[in-house]
């Protein structure tokens, strides 16, 4: 359950300077994120939609936590700069914890996933074990979604197009700039 939830090691480069507004408009930018291990407290999934500033919807699995810790993470986005081409913007870190984190996924793949307790189809407005639906977002109250008490995921690869936290701590990270295309995955 909640595969996604790796995306919340996005957290990196999105909120490396404080939460982000539960709602608001979306760049045209793609992250791929990867993971060696999450363990996440507290756990919904549902699906939603997210516009982007140039007004196009894209539909997002949301994947939210109470609590997250993700270990060997990396976070990479290709970026196209006129004159210069195409360059990678690379944060790695040994660990990234989260509270009260959201993740909106595109795409996602795990090696493991293991869950306890969880609820799948539950409707999303009383979902009960993760931080709830996050404020602002485009989804029915009685829409389906997944949650759990806990989860653990690993060998975890996904393709973010937003995240945001109350609280966002990293330890072990790095940031690099690369000419050209040198991505997570």
């Given at each position: 359950m909640l595969p996604s939830l790796a995306a919340s090691a996005a957290l990196l480069v999105a909120v490396a300077e404080g939460a982000l507004a539960a709602s608001f408009l979306i760049s045209n930018q793609k992250f791929k994120v990867t993971a060696e291990r999450i363990e996440v407290t507290g756990a919904i999934q549902y699906g939603a939609f997210d516009k982007r500033y140039d007004g196009k919807i894209v539909p997002v699995t949301v994947a939210g936590a109470a609590h997250s810790t993700s270990y060997g993470v990396c976070q990479s986005t290709v970026q196209h700069i006129p004159l210069i081409g195409k360059v990678t913007v690379r944060v790695t870190a040994k660990r990234v914890t989260t509270h009260d984190s959201y993740s909106d996924v595109i795409q996602a793949h795990q090696g493991?996933?293991?869950?306890?307790?969880?609820?799948?189809?539950?409707?999303?407005?009383?979902?009960?074990?993760?931080?709830?639906?996050?404020?602002?977002?485009?989804?029915?109250?009685?829409?389906?979604?997944?949650?759990?008490?806990?989860?653990?995921?690993?060998?975890?690869?996904?393709?973010?197009?937003?995240?945001?936290?109350?609280v966002t701590q990293t330890s072990g990270s790095s940031t690099r700039i690369y000419k050209g295309v040198n991505e997570c995955f």
């Open positions: 493991t996933v293991t869950t306890k307790n969880s609820r799948t189809g539950i409707a999303a407005g009383v979902a009960t074990k993760g931080p709830g639906v996050r404020p602002g977002d485009n989804v029915a109250p009685t829409s389906a979604a997944q949650e759990s008490d806990s989860s653990v995921v690993t060998d975890s690869r996904s393709i973010v197009v937003a995240t945001s936290a109350r």
